[in-house]
């Protein structure tokens, strides 16, 4: 069960490159950056958005205040909580290498000031600071099962907003069918951009229906914290019925667009990965069973389970599209 190993760009091994370490990056901001976050930080905040002293708030700050936040009891699963320390050091990141063990190297990610754009169909284009953004947001935590494409699996607590408080900020116009999302490309932190065959930047979609589902979430924080770079700082997707490639980490942008995004996976290996990529026990990857899956805190192989066991809330969002390939 060690599908971790089987890499999910194998046949492209020939032309891997010895991987580099992280340029050491700087520890302080240059002053146009810190210009420009101030700038950026200035949009839409208002005196109330603001917690009360903060002088940093405006875009060099700490969202720290903001963790622990309430958990909703209304997501939880019975399934062992993983350990912190296995959810934070096993991760999938490219940007920072292709393999398991990037949570060092992620610490060399600039993640303040930190714009989001939000653009295309909206009636409210707007660019926005991180921290503006997530202190006008309703923050609460979830607990949810998780499921890797690779197959392992672990159950976390994501502190984050419904993706729907974003779409509704963003107030989608009538055309807007999906909502296209993008990682941060920073060459200078980010030694996996150099590893040229891949189609950066990270980008995923979803349709406005999975969007706006209640399940989506944008995460923030994960454990009662800010969210660590590894995991995705400082904004990341969180879909849980959808294999985790869809969690889309560190976003800077979404595009609301009448046209279906062609996401990472699917644009490197359409027969391997598509768009809808929905959790399905019985539906095999091309290279691998889906059958079960392996949890990441005891190693323990587990039957995986029809849209990760979240069916009653989003199995209606695929009636009458049997026709699509809707679990790759
Ligand atoms: N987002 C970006 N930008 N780059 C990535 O390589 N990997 C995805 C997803 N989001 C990835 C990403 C995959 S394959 C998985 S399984 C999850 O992130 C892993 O999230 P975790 O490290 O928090 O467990």
């Known amino acids: 069960a060690q599908l971790e190993d089987d890499m999910l760009i194998r046949r492209k091994k020939g032309w891997e490159i010895p991987e580099r370490d992280a340029t050491p990056q700087a520890i302080y901001q240059n002053r146009r950056q810190f210009l420009k976050g101030i700038a950026a930080g200035s949009i839409g905040a208002t005196a109330a958005s603001l917690p009360l002293g903060s002088a940093l708030a405006q875009g060099t700050g700490t969202t720290a205040d903001l963790y622990p936040v309430s958990r909703n009891p209304a997501y939880t699963v019975d399934r062992e909580m993983t350990e912190k320390a296995k959810a934070l050091t096993y991760n999938n990141f490219y940007e920072f290498g292709s393999h398991k063990s990037i949570s060092q190297a992620a610490q060399a990610m600039n993640i303040r000031p930190w714009t989001v754009k939000i653009d295309g169909l909206v009636e409210n284009p707007i660019e926005i600071d991180f921290e503006d953004l997530v202190r006008k947001m309703p923050l609460e935590e979830r607990v949810y099962r998780f499921r890797c494409v690779e197959g392992w699996a672990m159950t976390v607590p994501w502190s984050g907003f419904p993706m729907k408080a974003l779409v509704d900020f963003a107030k989608p116009l009538s055309g807007a069918k999906y909502v296209e999302m993008e990682t941060a490309s920073q060459k200078e932190t980010m030694p996996g951009l150099r590893q040229f065959w891949y189609p950066w930047p990270y980008v995923e979609g979803l349709s406005m229906a999975e969007a706006t589902?209640?399940?989506?979430?944008?995460?923030?924080?994960?454990?009662?914290?800010?969210?660590?770079?590894?995991?995705?700082?400082?904004?990341?997707?969180?879909?849980?019925?959808?294999?985790?490639?869809?969690?889309?980490?560190?976003?800077?942008?979404?595009?609301?667009?009448?046209?279906?995004?062609?996401?990472?996976?699917?644009?490197?290996?359409?027969?391997?990965?598509?768009?809808?990529?929905?959790?399905?026990?019985?539906?095999?990857?091309p290279r691998w069973s889906q059958a079960q899956e392996r949890l990441l805190n005891n190693g323990e192989s587990v039957p995986t389970l029809i849209y990760n066991g979240y069916g009653d809330y989003v199995a209606d969002i695929y009636k009458g599209m049997e026709n699509e390939k809707l679990f790759m």
């Open 213 to 285: 589902n209640e399940l989506s979430m944008i995460a923030t924080g994960i454990y009662g914290e800010e969210m660590p770079k590894q995991n995705g700082a400082p904004l990341r997707l969180v879909t849980p019925w959808k294999y985790g490639f869809k969690n889309i980490k560190s976003i800077v942008r979404f595009t609301f667009t009448d046209e279906r995004p062609v996401s990472f996976w699917e644009e490197l290996n359409k027969d391997e990965y598509g768009f809808w990529a929905n959790v399905n026990p019985k539906v095999p990857h």
